[in-house]
């Protein structure tokens, strides 16, 4: 594959065009030597036409292209879906390799440069190194929008990106690149000789197995490094020994059983015992590190009569090492890990200990080990040295303890009804718990939670939904019991609708053990408020809980803090991305003034997703554009499928993500920030979100024939049939819309390139709130966007999908529908309010969301686009033959691989 970009306009830097044109003429020798000149021959016919058709734009090119990929057959056609996908990845690599450059360009630091911003507004470095001691940034970890690679080929692709990184090294200092150049080629040819496809449906394990992966390419070193960052930054102006640790990773997976019927109380064990031996073993290698390093002798300074009193509990009687205590402690230490782990989990496979030794029962007991040392080294000359290894390893035994992440429980609150529903009829039977109002419900749960007995009658059977329930939360009791509060942080009620929805979840904790009579819970009880509804209900619930003395004393137990979720993807669904937006803002606004009004601490988790329909969309400005007060030093937001993947897979990059998030969480929390919008800019808004409200509902969920139109323009099906995730894409069995998932509602409209979810609607709500507002310009609306951050951040998340979409190609898929005059009718609907938005975006933005100099971050680079248009109108081609009875293997397999290699070019999945 002869990458010669000259013919296309690069707009990445030198760096990404020079890397992109070395791999893909790598790509390109690799095809031939594997496949031959015919599979050759023919991906750079479709690129050449492809490119034509790019630059010119004109119908000829178009037709050609089209003439070419409808007769190809079967086994070409796999072949040139595995080259343009496989080059779309390196792609991502080299752009990833871009940023990457950029950010060592970077003269300051984003840190850095927040807290210069800081100390410009007065915000002293002890009131920064205070505002740590209570602060929180964690990011949870999500497996269900799933990444759609192989943890194969994912495999090779971190081999190539630090191979990159490595020749691009090479290049600076001008050293022989030529043996890392035969690495790379070799790797790539691993790569192509290895199937992209999943055979199997993804496992729960497997999730956990791809999502260890991340803390040894990124979190394991980077969240020692900012603390170290933090500390040297407010060094000698606080009182501080150290920075806190505020920044905590958490994780679904394992945990999140909200329609995923294949985590069960096993599962979650299973994901404990795999987090802590991936924990352990990290710590191991760490303290035989500081073994070899530690070589300090008494003969030559003193050490501190504690430390010499742990060395000699040791097993280490070698004369050899008498003089050395640290090492005789570390071996200690090391033994004392190893039996830890294997009391965890005695299946476990442990490095080899010479001595048996007590197990640590929790991680405070490990880390005052290491404190001696570290006091010892202090206390003696040794100050250096302990600021090495031995404080990286001392911080990630504080943030990461022996449980890794801390596991989220979620399930459906109807599920929590069900099964409290159940315990409550096997003690008073015809309690009939179902049928009773809010108010008696509330009633009863308040008598049980505060009642000394038992709910849960002994050696009686309940079904099997219950069973699994109340499973669940005794092995989340025993897992508390061993790692410690931190390890179950959060328990999701999803689809809140009511106060009762949380209080059944407070009585089941009660029941097992976790929840005490006087209202101590070491687990966050977190509604989560999802559609447009729940968001607006949402502050009112809250309020009704307050109210009630049972539940507000559990709240002033943890801290006067109360989380709430807010969920970006299916509010998005239900209303439209204009809609979901502004609800978002208001009920954050509304839970600010309610919370203050009630002496809570609020803590808001946001439900984002990696698409601009779910929420996506840099995560900085999303930070700035919330509401004053929302953040308040406190935020947990969720890392979704591929998102995961591109912030976290090299250490450096994920390094600066979590920089941003830190940096951008200090700024909206210390500085005063956006005001709040005047009376004026919220009719406007208002104005803007009904309109966008009617036009999108109406189309959903108004049009007669609109689910048909779905299910025959999208690759919804066929979804199903890729091995990308551990649930269901539906809740349902049929094909009602408001049972599908919102992530493959959002995947397959991306698939087709309308991404109808990130911008209908938009373009109707402007047109008519200027036709009924007598506006002769938009420029209210400009000037929102120019000083209000949320105006700025919606508009500028419309750009991007907008870049992302192409009707010439959704034109195709919408051809897929039978039903011609469905398909004018609602294509027409789309084509038209396409049209409406991209003139709202220019009149608003004053440029183009289409042309290559307006591409907001994110977005769609020019020169992917051949290749990912390509890929679409394989995609369609395979799908026709499909959907005419050449339903075979090889088709099949196209389909899917298509599947990928669009979502590769996208970088997006759901």
């Known amino acids: ?63 050609a292209l089209c003439d070419v990929i409808s007769a190809l057959p079967e086994d070409l056609a796999l072949q040139v879906l595995r080259a343009f996908t496989y080059y779309l990845h390196l792609l991502n690599i080299a752009q990833d390799e871009e940023k990457l450059l950029q950010h060592r360009r970077a003269p300051v630091t984003t840190l850095s440069s927040t807290i210069r911003l800081l100390r410009e507004n007065g915000i002293s470095e002890t009131s920064m190194a205070e505002f740590l001691k209570s602060a929180l940034v964690s990011p949870i970890l999500t497996a269900h929008p799933t990444e759609i690679r192989r943890q194969s080929t994912m495999r090779s692709e971190f081999a190539i990106t630090e191979m990159l990184d ?32 999943r055979r199997s449906k993804l496992t729960v394990n497997d999730e956990i197995t791809n999502g260890l992966a991340y803390f040894d390419h990124t979190f394991f070193e980077a969240i020692p490094k900012l603390h170290e960052t933090l ?16 920044l905590r990773i958490g994780t679904w997976i394992g945990g999140d059983r909200d329609g995923n019927p294949n985590v069960t109380a096993d599962t979650l064990q299973k994901t404990f015992h795999r987090q802590s031996g991936h924990a352990i073993r990290h710590y191991l290698e760490e303290v035989h590190a500081l073994g070899s390093e530690l070589s300090i002798s008494t003969r030559v300074v003193t050490v501190s009569a504690e430390a010499e009193q742990l060395a000699d509990h040791s097993f280490d009687t070698s004369t050899h090492r008498e003089d050395e205590p640290y090492r005789r402690i570390l071996m200690l230490i090391y033994a004392r890990l190893v039996s830890t782990l294997k009391d965890i989990n005695p299946k476990s496979l442990a490095p080899r200990a010479g001595h048996t030794a007590t197990p640590y029962a929790s991680p405070t007991e490990f880390l005052a080990d ?78 049980e939670l505060i009642s000394p007995r038992a709910l849960i009658r002994p050696f009686w059977t309940y079904s099997e939904q219950t069973e699994k329930e109340l499973a669940i939360f005794r092995r989340a009791k025993q897992i508390l019991d061993r790692f410690g509060p931190g390890a179950i942080a959060t328990s999701i009620i999803s689809n809140a609708q009511s106060a009762s929805d949380v209080l059944e979840l407070c009585l089941l904790l009660k029941e097992a053990g976790i929840l005490t009579r006087d209202g101590a819970c070491p687990v966050a009880i977190v509604p989560l408020f999802e559609t447009i509804a729940d968001l607006q209900n949402g502050p009112d619930i809250m309020r009704d809980l307050f109210e009630i003395p049972e539940y507000r004393r559990i709240v002033d137990k943890q801290k006067t803090t109360q989380e709430v979720m807010l969920g970006y993807s299916d509010s998005n669904k239900d209303g439209g991305y204009v809609t979901s937006n502004w609800e978002l803002f208001k009920a954050e606004q509304n839970f600010v003034s309610l919370f203050k009004d009630y002496g809570v601490r609020l803590r808001l988790f946001h439900g984002r997703g990696g698409s601009v329909g779910r929420g996506g969309g840099p995560a900085r400005e999303a930070i700035l554009a919330q509401p004053p007060g929302a953040v308040d030093g406190q ?27 830190v940096s951008a969480t200090m700024e909206a929390s210390l500085l005063p920030g956006q005001s709040l919008p005047s009376n004026d800019t919220i009719a406007i808004m208002d104005a803007l979100s009904a309109h966008a409200f009617d036009a999108y509902r109406d189309l959903v969920f108004g049009t007669e024939g609109f689910e048909d139109f ?101 034109a195709s898929y919408a051809d897929l529908v039978e039903d011609k005059e469905l398909r004018d009718r609602i294509f027409g609907r789309v084509t038209e309010e396409w049209q409406a938005t991209v003139r709202a975006l220019e009149a608003i933005t004053g440029r183009s969301p289409t042309s290559a100099d307006a591409v907001p971050e994110g977005g769609m680079i020019p020169h992917r686009t051949p290749y990912l248009n390509s890929l679409n109108h394989i995609q369609i081609e395979m799908m026709k033959r499909a959907r ?15 599947i990928n290699g669009v979502a590769s070019g996208l970088r997006n999945t759901g």
């Open 370 to 447: 290491l404190d001696v040392i570290d006091r010892s080294l202090r206390a003696n000359r040794g100050g250096r040295i302990a600021d090495g290894r031995l404080t990286k390893l001392r911080r990630k035994v504080r943030a990461f303890g022996f449980h890794l992440a801390s596991v989220d429980l979620r399930q459906n609150a109807s599920v929590h009804e069900a099964t409290i529903a159940e315990l409550l009829e096997a003690i008073h039977p015809g309690k009939n718990y179902l049928a009773k109002t809010e108010e008696e419900r509330r009633a009863c749960l308040i008598e």
């Open 1 to 63: 594959m002869d990458t010669n970009h000259s013919e296309i306009d690069m707009q990445t830097g030198t760096d990404a065009q020079e890397s992109i044109r070395y791999l893909g003429r790598v790509l390109g020798r690799v095809l031939q030597e594997q496949e031959g000149d015919r599979a050759f021959d023919v991906v750079e016919k479709i690129r050449h036409r492809s490119i034509e058709y790019h630059k010119t734009g004109n119908t000829t090119a178009h037709a």
């Open 884 to 898: 005419a009875g050449n339903d075979g293997e090889l088709v099949n397999r196209g389909i899917l691989l298509s």
């Open 166 to 197: 490595q020749r691009s090294q090479a290049q600076l200092v001008g050293q022989d690149p030529t043996e890392i150049e035969r690495d790379i080629e070799r790797e790539i040819e691993v790569l192509w000789q290895t199937h992209l496809l």
């Open 635 to 661: 935020i947990r937001l969720t890392e979704q499928g591929e998102v995961i993947s591109s912030r976290y897979s090299h250490g450096e990059i994920g390094y600066a993500h979590l920089e941003t998030l």
């Open 710 to 810: 779905f299910w025959s323009t999208t690759i919804i099906n066929e979804i199903a049939s890729l091995n990308i995730g551990s649930r269901p894409a539906s809740r349902k069995s049929n094909r009602d819309i408001t049972a599908l998932r919102a992530i493959p509602w959002v995947f397959s409209w991306a698939q087709c390139r309308i991404m109808l979810p990130g911008w209908y609607g938009f373009g109707t709500a402007v047109q008519t709130w200027q036709r009924e507002s007598g506006e002769q310009d938009l420029s209210k609306l400009s000037d929102l966007y120019t000083n209000w951050p949320f105006f700025h951040a919606l508009v500028q998340k419309v750009e991007l999908i907008i870049s992302k979409s192409d009707l010439t190609i959704a």
């Open 231 to 246: 500390l040297t930054t407010l060094k000698g102006k606080s009182d501080a020994d150290d920075i806190p640790s505020f």
